[in-house]
């Protein structure tokens, strides 16, 4: 099992949390869980309303939209993340394609850590901003 401050370094990697301080860290690394997976398990389905997302900490994950594959994600990506920080259903459908090890982050948890913590809010919307922009 993790520490916090190991879960705060793995987190600070993931791109979604790369733009949140170290500080506020401690706060989501305290409500992720680590979970396994096994080839061919099913993370969540496309139109599945979200209830949580995954930082992929090793393995890999396929996402399929309408049954044909559009990309893998692998260490330090995250499954999940826009479709429940939209409250919106899942669009693709993520598999794992060999054994995963991820941290898992309920939805209703984060969105109270989001608000309990604006630095939290505003470095995920950093990093999303920086997402869409490219760089």
């Known amino acids: ?20 301080r170290t500080s506020s860290l401690a706060r989501v690394a305290t409500i992720a869980q680590e979970v396994s997976f096994g080839a061919r398990q099913i993370l969540y389905r496309e139109n599945e309303a979200p209830g949580a997302l995954f930082v992929l ?3 890999e994950v396929m996402l399929a939209r309408t049954g044909r594959e559009e990309r893998t994600l692998g260490r330090l990506e995250a499954a999940g993340g826009l479709a429940l920080l939209a409250d919106e259903p899942q669009t693709e459908t993520a598999v794992v394609r060999n054994p995963v090890r ?4 309920a939805q209703q948890d984060l969105f ?9 809010t505003r470095g995920i919307l950093r990093a999303l901003a920086h997402r869409a922009a490219g760089r």
């Open 112 to 120: 109270d850590a989001m608000s309990e913590d604006f630095n939290i």
């Open 102 to 105: 991820a941290f898992r982050i």
């Open 1 to 20: 099992m993790l520490t916090i401050m190991e879960k705060v370094d793995l987190l600070q990697c993931a791109a979604i949390f790369g733009e949140v």
């Open 57 to 59: 900490l090793e393995g």
